[in-house]
């Protein structure tokens, strides 16, 4: 079983930085993927930003370029760097994983999330 626990939000400016932290239990090198997802009061759970294992990434619209997910092996912690922080990126902020096994089996894991809230 993978274990996933989220850290580094908090209450910021519209305009200002962030930086979320995942902290994993095995190593994240092995993952097939790793994701940040965010969830809104009322709204659907939606695809943030994802790391595959080549370390390619990918990026919702409405974070290009403002967003950055990166990941630091040796620390088993995957990372989104969150900079122009806007009222509307306010939500509950979760990690995923997702562990690609022997014979195409995959599992989906989740962390307990971490509150961003920007204020207008």
């Known amino acids: 079983q993978v274990q996933l626990v989220e850290s580094g939000g908090g209450l910021v400016q519209s305009g200002g930085s962030l930086k979320l932290s995942c902290a994993a239990s095995?190593?994240?090198?092995?993952?097939?993927?790793m994701s940040w997802y965010r969830q809104a009061p009322g709204k659907q759970r939606e695809l943030v930003a994802t790391?595959?294992?080549?370390?390619?990434?990918d990026y919702a619209d409405s974070v290009k370029g403002r967003f950055s997910i990166s990941r630091d092996n040796a620390k088993n912690t995957l990372y989104l760097q969150m900079n122009s922080l806007k009222f509307e990126d306010t939500a509950a902020y979760y990690c995923?994983?997702?562990?690609?096994?022997?014979?195409?089996?995959?599992?989906?894991?989740w962390g307990q999330g971490t509150q961003v809230t920007v204020s207008s």
């Open positions: 790391i595959i294992r080549s370390g390619s990434t």
């Open positions: 995923n994983a997702v562990t690609s096994l022997i014979g195409g089996v995959r599992r989906n894991y």
């Open positions: 095995g190593s994240i090198s092995s993952f097939f993927s």
